[in-house]
């Protein structure tokens, strides 16, 4: 059974920085592109970054260059360093993968930057 948990959300003043953690379970994780997607209130899921198995990452360009994807493949966990928070940055940030032609999901992790 694929279970990804995600986990490090909270609230934040802008400026401010944040790690989200995805533990994975259930899949062969270091052959597994992971993604971080977010979904802010009244607006629809949308791609934040990935990161390959051989740890190639593409960002969107509203958050490239204040924060970084990682993985750690020893510990089936994959990373989302948050940089420089902004309130648009606000939003429900979810772990994803692909596998055997199914989206996996976690639950989620609220974000809220404050002005």
């Known amino acids: 059974q694929v279970q990804l948990v995600e986990s490090g959300g909270g609230l934040v003043q802008a400026g401010g920085s944040l790690t989200l953690s995805c533990a994975a379970s259930?899949?062969?994780?270091?052959?597994?592109?992971i993604a971080w997607y977010r979904q802010a209130p009244g607006k629809q899921r949308e791609l934040v970054a990935t990161?390959?198995?051989?740890?190639?990452?593409n960002y969107a360009g509203s958050v490239r260059g204040r924060f970084l994807i990682s993985r750690e493949n020893a510990k089936n966990t994959a990373y989302l360093q948050m940089n420089s928070l902004k309130p648009e940055d606000t939003a429900v940030y979810y772990c994803y993968c692909y596998l055997g032609m199914t989206d996996y999901w976690g639950q989620g992790t609220q974000v809220t930057v404050s002005s």
């Open positions: 259930g899949i062969t994780f270091r052959s597994s592109t």
């Open positions: 990161i390959s198995s051989v740890s190639v990452t």
